[in-house]
């Protein structure tokens, strides 16, 4: 059942978006709006599990992880990602468009070939208006030639504003390269962009380009320097931490500290280690510690407040082929959750091999970077040009705290609320009821009226609305509330009540009785649904309901629907949470105005224990000093996402509101949303 809605979501994201009439493809792009955000390279391989033909072990595994993670790629079919398969023209155009943040876009394309409204429609007019693809010849865009890969090279180059590469084409078939192609194929060359594609060093620039070889080209800009991320010394507090016994790795480490303008701790050794403790294969010192992996040397003093760096480096010299195992008394003795750690090592002959990944379990909860292996004597330069090839993480500035995807939600923190397309505000976290009834619910909606809650979600098929309404009125009288202050939804159920509208809505308002209800959503589609919520309509007409909203639409129930109402919906009501997640269908219904809400934020009764007791959600909670609840609930509000948590418990009520004095980093964001499991955790 879960792949026959996600497949037809699919096919439902380009009609929707159709609808909407914005760009939205449906095989290329996910309905994610994320544009070039700089978050660290930490994809996630086993998330290409869902596509049966991209092996963990590919080499292009990878970049489809991250172009799937970021809502840059999505796959052809719900199981496959096709990476063999070609990319037209009007698909890269709207891969990059999508890339952009979706610009808005003026006028329809004008060329031979291409219609206004088709799916490809604005992206293409916002390439050809950005000289990033232009015209095919004849007039026409060549919207379904596919692309060759000296031409996808080309327009990532414009698309990255055409800049400047001095390096000469390190690729045996650079005669090959056409011309016009030569400074973008250079560029790509120099920046690692066509890393994975130059078997033999050989380009090939005249054959098409296919799926997986555009993922690994994204993948590999968006973590280059010539992607528009910001520089290293523009990022978060900075610390360069190393280990050096014989100063080999120091002064490496104290150029990056310069470079980076980063605080700089020295890793000391309880007890110093001498010559004869580091002379190799006589059973000395250091040869008993590599070969024993619960060696943990103790630290002489420590760092003051680890919890004011974002981002570590990480330098060691390489025993035995892996870092020291005073590195790992290092790792273990903070919490690296969210941060970002990049490892370097000294080495006068082998590589660093296995040492940085061997480490990357002793800090799970970090984004790990490729690290990189310098000799001993290496030169300021040399540190200089690997440091500004790194794709750090953006400066924590106020705008992570409301991310891209919050204001397009138009979610206000200042004010906890959000405006509705309907012009009534109403606030971002709220009380969910659906298990509370008789006097456990008349006391909780009254505790959380008490906590400062002013959105109570209802349905009439929990049975709880006379409570609800009693607890309203109690409080309002109690706490000298008004009317006005509190947001109550409900909602009217398929079967009975949608084929007899007006006197379901009625019910509904008797057993509230708190004058007008702000919000009533169709519970779940039925075939009498469009002529219930034409009911519901008519109530706004007269004064009775405020806002419209929709329960358990998805992505191909909202594109039948919304052409047959007059009222566009104000909301939403869908199950969201870090084990379904929803991704790409939230955006898509946000593109259409329409704010989404989640139900079972917490997993729902009989999955919260798991959902709150998961180790990232846990550790992240802990590096805030907050709950997991907490965390979880304050992801769905930055992801633009309402929260309506039940709970009968009042401190659990109250814990539940305090989700304004912190704010999750990019990179937690980022290892929640690699929790999703496409689990639902309920039918509907
Ligand atoms: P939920 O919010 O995911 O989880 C509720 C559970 O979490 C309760 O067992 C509660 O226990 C616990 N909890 C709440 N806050 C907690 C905290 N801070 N720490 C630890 N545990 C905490 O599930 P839900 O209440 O079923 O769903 C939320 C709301 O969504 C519903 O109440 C309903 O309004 C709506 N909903 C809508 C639909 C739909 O089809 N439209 C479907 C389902 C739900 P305590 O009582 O002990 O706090």
Redesign the pocket.
């Known amino acids: 059942m879960k792949s026959l809605r996600f497949l037809s979501f699919t096919m439902a994201v380009c009609m929707l978006c159709l609808l909407a009439l914005t760009s939205c493809p449906a095989a290329e792009v996910s309905a994610s709006d994320r544009g070039l955000e700089a978050e660290p390279l930490a994809a996630d391989t086993t998330q290409t599990a869902g596509f049966s033909d991209v092996p963990a072990g590919a080499w292009y595994a990878d970049a489809i992880a991250y172009c799937q993670q970021h809502g840059i790629m999505s796959g052809a079919s719900a199981t496959t990602f096709e990476p063999e398969g070609t990319l037209t023209r009007a698909m890269l155009a709207a891969v990059l468009y999508r890339m952009s943040g979706s610009p808005t876009v003026s006028a329809p394309p004008a060329f031979a070939d291409t219609a206004a409204g088709a799916w490809y429609s604005d992206a293409v007019s916002w390439a050809a208006g950005n000289s990033v693809i232009s015209g095919y010849g004849g007039g026409t865009f060549g919207v379904n030639e596919p692309t060759t890969r000296e031409q996808a090279v080309t327009i990532l180059w414009r698309y990255a504003g055409n800049p400047e590469s001095g390096t000469a084409l390190d690729v045996s078939d650079a005669v090959s390269v056409s011309t016009w192609a030569q400074a973008a194929v250079r560029w790509a060359d120099a920046n690692g962009i066509l890393e994975g594609m130059t078997e033999n060093r050989r380009f090939e620039p005249k054959t098409n380009i296919k799926r997986g070889e555009i993922a690994s080209m994204l993948y590999h800009y968006l973590s280059s320097a010539g992607s528009s991320q910001p520089g290293p010394a523009a990022g978060g507090k900075t610390l360069v931490a190393y280990f050096s016994a014989t100063n080999t790795t120091r002064p490496l480490a104290e150029y990056a500290a310069d470079i980076l303008s980063a605080d700089l701790y020295e890793i000391v050794p309880e007890n110093p280690y001498t010559e004869a403790d580091l002379a190799y294969y006589t059973n000395g010192r250091a040869d008993r510690e590599q070969n024993d992996s619960s060696a943990r040397p103790a630290i002489s003093g420590g760092v003051e407040s680890m919890a004011d760096y974002d981002v570590i480096f990480l330098g060691y010299p390489i025993w035995h082929g892996q870092a020291p195992r005073i590195i790992s008394t290092f790792l273990e003795s903070y919490d690296f959750t969210g941060k970002t750690i990049i490892p370097f090592c000294t080495s006068h002959s082998s590589g660093i091999g296995s040492s940085d990944t061997n480490l990357h379990t002793l800090a799970s909860g970090a984004s790990w970077l490729a690290g990189r292996r310098f000799a001993g004597g290496t030169s300021r330069s040399t540190v200089e040009d690997w440091i500004s090839g790194l794709a750090l993480p953006q400066p924590e500035t106020e705008v992570d705290a409301i991310t891209s995807a919050t204001s397009k939600a138009g979610f206000n923190f200042e004010t906890k609320s959000v405006t509705l397309n309907s012009g009534y505000e109403m606030p971002i976290n709220g009380l969910?009821?659906?298990?509370l009834h008789g006097e456990t619910c008349v006391n909780s909606v009254k505790s959380a009226l008490a906590s400062g809650v002013r959105l109570i979600?209802?349905?009439s098929a929990y049975g709880n609305e006379e409570e609800v309404g009693q607890a309203v009125r109690e409080a309002m009288e109690e706490l000298g509330l008004q009317r006005e202050d509190i947001f109550i939804i409900t909602?009217i159920y398929p079967g009975s009540e949608m084929a007899n509208p007006e006197q379901a809505i009625q019910a509904c308002l008797d057993r509230l009785d708190l004058g007008y209800v702000d919000m009533m959503l169709l519970?779940?589609p039925d075939r009498n649904d469009v002529k219930a919520y034409q009911a519901m309509e008519k109530f706004v007409e007269d004064g009775k309901i405020r806002s419209l909203g929709l329960?358990?639409w998805y992505v191909k129930e909202l594109e039948e629907f919304l052409p047959q109402v007059t009222i566009t919906p104000a909301l939403v009501?869908n199950?969201i949470?870090p084990y379904y997640q929803e991704n790409d269908v939230i955006p898509c219904i946000q593109d259409l105005g329409i704010v989404v809400q989640g139900?079972?934020?917490?997993?729902?009764?009989g999955h919260?224990a798991e959902l709150?007791g998961d180790e990232v959600i846990s550790g992240i909670a802990q590096a805030h000093g907050v709950?997991s609840?907490?965390v979880i609930l304050r992801w769905n509000l930055q992801k633009g996402v309402v929260v309506?948590?039940?709970?009968?418990?009042p401190d659990?009520i109250r814990?539940?509101t305090e989700l304004y004095d912190f704010k999750l980093t990019e990179a937690e964001m980022a290892q929640i949303n690699a929790l999703d499991r496409n689990e639902k955790h309920?039918w509907?």
């Open positions: 969910g009821t659906y298990s979600d209802t349905a909602k519970h779940h329960s358990n009501q199950e949470h139900w079972y934020p917490l997993g729902g009764r919260t709150l709950s609840a907490q309506i948590p039940g709970s009968s418990n659990h814990e539940n309920d509907y």
